[in-house]
């Protein structure tokens, strides 16, 4: 009796504590990816000693979260201060659920010097809505020690989607498990799209008008069929179920990075579509016990993505994206909130954090610095950036990417080319209306 | 009913209508939602982008959708096979099969079964994806222990077989709870009906099957009613073990509504799903609940 009593009253005490305590334990909150911690904790750190204030960090996997974060603005559930992919902000702002930022920007001594243009795809309506981490390019990752056996010449300068089929064939008969990594399906989330479809889409076509993008940039209309992405998904079709040079379940794997990461060092990963952050990326994408550069150089090398080698198309292809930090609309403090985004961007953290990670930088005092101008790497990844490329971030680009996401699903599962186009463009006209999708012939 | 209930609570309804008000507000809150997901699914609401804000009433083009666009037929019927391997078949019979099995047996015997039963069920869903995909995988357990060792290639199970392997984690993941409920059932049925049975010269087989099921033919409509709704609805361990791939081959329709819902930022679409789904799993509880009633 008297033990129930005790609990009971424990209990009913310690309810009381927490029903107190929640609200004033934390002024302001923040949710990131996991694999941004190392920018962002110790800026969390800074701002903590500077101001007094007590942040509620909200750490999150990589996989799943951009709809995470979509789903807890909408709900009213997310932190004061919010990380989403670049793509995500317009169709974030233009729902209302984010903070617009110039006026705060206009007063930070920094803002200056962050790229106009990595400034505007974080735009929606003229105002700004988030501050980009990073920016990238996308290319094809190579093992060496596979390529060696395989007996195809390094360094690797594939001319033509046949020369990767080729290389691909060739690693897969040296006995290669994953001899061509093209992310594709639903689970590998936008990475499909960018990673891969979006890669292929550029150089498949000639860049005549919008004959080798999602979205007709002149009329606003998406295009629901062309030669282009009948081809792209055709290489899908080429890679995955015709010569199946990779198994699909890479794509579909419990953690498709960990499964990526672990086959590459099993050495059974041939190439890899991917971006110019895997140069960290591939051992620990927080840059913490990452190999020599001599070491990694000696594993892996990377090639730019070639076109498909039809008369006209772009000899190598190239789409930049990238991340942002921003603020929620339902920001209890909007001015604090922004302090901590400030003290995360700070030149010091941030550019210690661009180093370490061989992170493309977004503002000029980094990326004129002579420590930054000195990495031969970033170098020469970012002579790729000189021939680069936007996504379509205006509202809809989501919807258009999990699309795309789902016609490659469909392709791998066993659907033809022709279906799988018809339903892409019936899937449009869905979400769009007719009159907002076109075809090329 | 009234006239059962104490006077003192008749003659002051204020304290009834006072004591049935939690029940209430349970029951208004869980309509509240239900309505909800239904008044969406008569519109093109989305998660991000304008329509989250100016969404429009769309009549029913969204269900129309279900049965003119490629997705949800074939997430049913995947939805189908999963249930009907996985709960029907696997972990109600398994479940059934170890309770009668069990009892009455060693009991050291018994425990051994009971815990590794258990474990499957205390395991939190993404654990067991992550197990589950380590051994089925291309350089997982089975190919390690077994299919290598043999001398034959390693099979990629959860690539090539990604249906029947969720559906095997399920059984496994599930089996615990449709053997403690027969257990229990079993342990009602009166030992001296079975004894009896036993001097007439029922076979054992005959015992389970004319004796002891007639008898806890409730609890296995319960038992089904229960498990159906649960396995419906699943999502947690073929999302984290599959993703619903390769290609869409282990979608069910909770990994079509998910990826509809949020992937696409369609509410609209995803809660017609999920009020097509209602109306799917209303009916099959309706057809459970009829099992339910004793025969004439």
């Avoid at chain 1, 305590?21 to 694999?35: D, G, K, L, N, T």
């Avoid at chain 1, 150089?203 to 009329?219: C, F, I, M």
């Avoid at chain 1, 890899?272 to 913490?288: F, M, P, Q, R, T």
Wanted: net charge negative.
């Amino acid at each position: 009796m008297m033990l129930k009593r005790s609990l009971l009253t424990t209990a009913a005490v310690l309810s009381m504590v927490a029903a107190a305590a929640i609200p004033a334990r934390a002024e302001v909150s923040i949710m990131y990816a996991e694999w941004l911690a190392s920018l962002v904790e110790p800026g969390i750190e800074a701002f903590e000693a500077e101001t007094g204030e007590t942040v509620n960090a909200i750490k999150l996997p990589g996989q799943g979260y951009d709809q995470r974060i979509a789903l807890d603005l909408s709900a009213g559930t997310a932190a004061d201060v919010v990380q989403m992919d670049s793509f995500m902000v317009s169709e974030l702002a233009s729902a209302g659920y984010l903070h617009p930022l110039n006026e705060q920007g206009a007063g930070w001594d920094q803002y200056q010097y962050y790229q106009p243009g990595l400034l505007e795809v974080a735009s929606y309506e003229g105002n700004v809505y988030g501050l980009p981490t990073d920016t990238d390019v996308r290319m094809l990752w190579y093992d060496k020690s596979n390529f060696e056996k395989a007996g195809i010449t390094v360094p690797w300068e594939p001319k033509s989607w046949a020369d990767i089929l080729d290389a691909a064939q060739k690693l897969k008969d040296a006995g290669v498990q994953y001899a061509f990594i093209l992310p594709a399906g639903t689970k590998q989330a936008e990475a499909a799209t960018m990673q891969g479809f979006y890669m292929a889409l550029l150089g498949a076509d000639v860049p005549e008008g919008d004959r080798n993008r999602l979205l007709n940039r002149e009329t606003g209309q998406w295009i629901g069929d062309s030669p282009a992405i009948r081809r792209t998904l055709e290489l899908y079709h080429q890679v995955y179920v015709e010569n199946e040079l990779t198994p699909a379940d890479i794509n579909y794997a419990t953690d498709v990075g960990a499964a990526v990461r672990q086959a590459l060092a099993d050495d059974k990963v041939g190439i890899i579509a991917s971006g110019s952050w895997e140069d960290a990326c591939l051992w620990d994408c927080n840059g913490v016990n990452l190999p020599s550069r001599e070491e990694r150089d000696a594993q892996v090398g990377w090639t730019p993505w070639p076109g498909s080698g039809e008369p006209g198309t772009k000899a190598t292809t190239n789409i930049s994206g990238g991340w942002t930090i921003g603020v929620n609309a339902k920001a209890a403090d909007p001015d604090l909130a922004f302090k901590l985004v400030t003290t995360i961007f700070d030149v010091d953290n941030f550019k210690a954090w661009t180093l370490a990670n061989h992170r493309m930088a977004v503002r000029t005092d980094i990326s004129e610095s002579p420590e930054y101008m000195e990495d031969a790497y970033l170098a020469k990844a970012t002579a790729l950036a000189a021939d680069t490329t936007g996504r379509d971030t205006i509202p809809g680009y989501q919807t258009v990417s999990a699309l795309v996401q789902q016609a490659t699903a469909d392709i791998l599962d066993g659907a033809d080319v022709e279906t799988v186009v018809q339903e892409y463009h019936d899937a449009l006209v869905d979400e769009f209306g007719e009159e907002k999708v076109m075809t090329y012939e | 009913m009234k006239n059962q209930a104490n006077p003192w609570l008749t003659n002051n309804l204020f304290v009834l209508g006072l004591g049935m008000l939690p029940a209430l507000l349970l029951i208004c809150v869980l309509l509240y939602f239900t309505a909800w997901a239904f008044a969406f699914s008569f519109t093109d609401l989305a998660l991000v982008g304008r329509k989250a804000v100016e969404w429009s009433w769309v009549g029913l083009d969204n269900f129309e959708r279900l049965f003119t666009r490629r997705g949800f037929l074939e997430a049913l019927w995947t939805t189908v096979i999963f249930v009907f391997f996985s709960a029907i078949v696997g972990q109600s019979v398994l479940g059934f099969l170890l309770a009668a099995l069990l009892r009455g047996s060693n009991s050291s015997i018994k425990t051994v079964v009971e815990v590794c039963i258990m474990l499957g069920w205390l395991l939190p869903d993404i654990v067991a994806a992550f197990l589950w995909s380590a051994t089925t995988s291309q350089t997982g357990l089975i190919n390690s222990l077994i299919i290598v060792p043999l001398g034959f290639q390693p099979v990629n199970f959860i690539n090539d077989y990604a249906l029947p392997v969720v559906i095997v984690a399920n059984i496994w993941k599930g089996t615990a709870w449709s053997y403690l409920l027969f257990s229990a059932a079993l342990d009602s049925v009166s030992r001296e009906v079975v004894e009896a049975a036993k001097v007439d010269g029922a076979t054992p087989f005959q015992r389970i099957w004319l004796v002891q099921l007639p008898i806890i033919r409730p609890h296995i409509a319960t038992n089904m009613l229960f498990i159906t709704i649960w396995t419906f609805t699943y999502f947690p361990l073929i999302f984290a073990m599959t993703g619903g791939g390769p290609g869409t081959q282990s979608t069910t329709l909770a990994v079509f509504l998910y990826n509809q819902s949020f992937a696409r930022g369609n509410l609209g679409f995803g809660s017609a799903i999920s009020v097509a789904m209602l109306l799917i799993v209303g009916v099959l509880s309706l057809f459970y609940l009829r099992l339910l009633r004793e025969p004439k």
